[in-house]
């Protein structure tokens, strides 16, 4: 099997053990793989596309005898490692599957399809995903993600019940680490218009490096693309809250820090995102006010800390974001500090105005 399957692709597709069983999860059938692996070719000869540790479906038996509608009880991916990337002549290692000649085949009128697959949960253990692109000297990463998915996934419309946590998020743009080990935790529950595939973000909890966030909107996935729109926002407003974003290896000795004040944290994304040069339109929103920073080793505290940061993009390219710094202003032991500072085109021609 795994000679017919590496003939038709460009990667190396390998697996320890294969197993089929059911006895695990009686009385359902319970398939198996063992040490998955997925190795490029050239371009990126060598490199590890995919490493699952254990991969287990268990499917319904008198389903899959059948054949009408094999209904999925769970998936269980454990330990999958996903390592995406894209060059700098734009080639993506994960495009492994060579182009073929498009078969037309006409149904028949009320013909049903052959066979229809009813998933009803869907869980990762441990997993990692990495993503770089050399083309915009971007690079993220996930450690420790861990998901799970219920939902009836063969009505029209279902409502995805989902909790997953990741212990680093990282995010590095232009050599400027943005993100540095941030966890994640959501809890949401999301509408699936199963026929149209938008979804749509309900009740949900966010929690971002210590930050609880909440979102809503609506997600539609595209032939090329994602429509989106959505709204992020914090829901808290307390000042303490946003230093929370602050990575915890600079907070570590600043214990008993004091601070006082409000803020507002939100952001939006509107329209189609295809790729770096496609992208909707954003807005970012921070707005500090009435805020106080005192540590209890310093003899004075900084005082009336007021912030009001945006970030707009029009849509389109990222060089037509412009971001303000409309105003920064605290005070040390009453004296006063105020700036201010304005960068568009930060792509093509960075153009910095401030004072």
């Known amino acids: 099997m795994k000679d017919v399957i590496n003939e038709d692709i460009h990667a190396t597709v390998g697996w320890d053990r294969f197993s089929l069983s059911l006895i695990r999860h009686f009385p359902n059938l319970s398939m198996g793989l063992e040490g998955l692996t997925v190795v490029n070719d050239a371009p990126f000869a060598g490199d590890t596309l995919v490493k699952v540790g254990n991969f287990t479906l268990s499917v319904d038996l008198m389903s899959a005898l059948r054949g009408d509608a094999i209904e999925v009880k769970s998936i269980w991916v454990d330990h999958p490692v996903i390592n995406l990337k894209v060059d700098a002549d734009s080639i993506a290692n994960w495009d492994i599957v060579p182009p073929s000649e498009e078969v037309e085949v006409e149904a028949e009128e ?23 692109d050399a083309t915009m000297d971007f690079s993220t990463s996930l450690k420790g993600v861990n998901a799970a998915m219920q939902g009836d996934l063969t009505e029209s419309y279902t409502t995805i019940e989902m909790d997953s946590d990741i212990e680093a998020l990282d995010l590095v743009f232009e050599k400027v680490k943005y993100i540095n080990a941030a966890p994640i935790d959501l809890t949401a529950s999301i509408g699936a218009d199963m026929d149209n595939m938008v979804f749509t973000f309900e009740d949900n909890e966010l929690n971002f490096s210590g ?72 807005n970012f929103l921070l707005h500090v006010m009435d805020g106080r920073i005192r540590y209890p080793d310093l003899p004075k505290s900084i005082d009336d800390i007021q912030v009001h940061m945006v970030v707009d993009n029009p849509g389109g390219s990222m060089d037509n974001t412009l971001t303000e710094i409309r105003s920064f202003h605290f005070e040390l032991d009453n004296n006063p500090f105020d700036a201010h500072l304005v960068v568009s085109s930060p792509v093509s021609n960075a153009t910095f105005k401030g004072g």
Not at 115 to 121: A, I
Request: glycine share 8%.
């Open 110 to 132: 009320g013909e049903a399809a052959s066979f229809e697959v009813q998933l009803q949960s869907f869980q990762v253990s441990n997993g990692a995903l990495s993503y770089s």
């Open 211 to 282: 930050v609880p966030l909440f979102m809503e909107g609506t997600l539609a996935l595209l032939e090329e693309g994602y429509d989106m729109d959505l709204r992020l926002a914090a829901s808290e407003t307390d000042f303490k809250t946003l230093l929370a974003l602050v990575p915890a290896e600079y907070m570590k000795d600043v214990e008993g820090l004091q601070t006082e004040g409000s803020m507002t944290l939100e952001a939006t994304a509107k329209g189609v995102f295809v790729d770096a040069d496609h992208l909707p339109a954003f």
